[in-house]
């Protein structure tokens, strides 16, 4: 733990002294089957495809704002084992900062089984947490926040979480929700083919549709892709409105690939 923590320490701006952004959260393995239709139950199909995939909201916006070309750094636990070695070369692989990951020692690195229905684009997730605890209060006392221009947590508000509080719009859980946040804060709820809404701190609301691409792939990671290009946009000092769309246009490129790779 000693050298994990003299590591987080030392972690620097960008290249050029660019500050960074800092993704707190989940890092997980992605265990992703391409089948041509959802399986019936009880049944036995054949994979189209199948592949190891590093996956994770906090990680996968990570790997966006890599591609973008944004200074980024990950934070969150990380267990011990050989499927946390494959996530965090990959990372590394993007150029991401790995220097706040947090080392655990012991537990199993979360697990998402991954069923892809190439006929529809959907996908449908069997997540396992891996009983890892998360951050605490003494990790955030090794970051030196000066080197970050932008901490990403849960500032945005998911379709499910949305439809968790009974609302069925991105505009009534925003209209629902601003009473609850302190003053000065946005608000931002992406809604899938119907686009993303926004709240800003004065109460107005933006709008951008949908970006749908020609043929619906893959939709695995597509809500953490709009979360990072908006965060991207915004942390660039781009308007809440020129934000969205951006998030919007990004998240319908990832939805017509494989992965990430290729979004940009």
Request: aromatic residues 8%; negative net charge.
């Amino acid at each position: 733990m000693a050298a994990g923590a003299a590591a987080r320490r030392e972690s620097g701006p960008g290249p050029g002294g660019e500050k960074r952004i800092l993704c707190v959260g989940l890092v997980c393995l992605d265990i992703i089957s391409v089948v041509e239709a959802y399986p019936a139950e009880d049944s036995d199909i054949r994979c189209v495809s199948q592949r190891w995939q590093r996956g994770g909201n906090a990680s996968n916006s990570c790997t966006v704002l890599a591609l973008l070309g944004a200074p980024c750094a990950f934070m969150g636990s990380l267990a011990p084992g050989h499927a946390a070695d494959f996530v965090l070369a990959d990372l590394q692989r993007y150029g991401v900062d790995v220097g706040h990951a947090v080392p655990q020692p012991a537990g199993c690195l979360p697990t998402s089984v991954v069923i892809v229905n190439a006929s529809r684009g959907t996908r449908t997730i069997l997540h396992a947490h891996g009983n890892l605890p998360d951050v605490t209060a003494h990790d955030f006392e090794l970051v030196d926040f000066s080197q970050y221009k932008w901490i990403h947590w849960e500032v945005f508000i998911s379709k499910d979480v949305a439809r968790h509080f009974g609302y069925q719009s991105a505009p009534e859980a925003l209209q629902g929700l601003h009473s609850r946040i302190q003053p000065g804060a946005t608000l931002i709820c992406a809604w899938a083919e119907e686009g993303a809404d926004a709240m800003g701190p004065s109460g107005e609301l933006v709008h951008s549709d949908a970006f749908p691409p020609e043929t619906l792939v893959d939709t695995l990671g597509a809500g953490d892709t709009f979360n990072a290009a908006v965060i991207f946009a915004l942390s660039a000092g781009r308007s809440l409105q020129d934000a969205l769309t951006f998030g919007c246009q990004i998240a319908g490129r990832k939805c017509g690939i494989q992965g990430f790779d290729g979004i940009v």
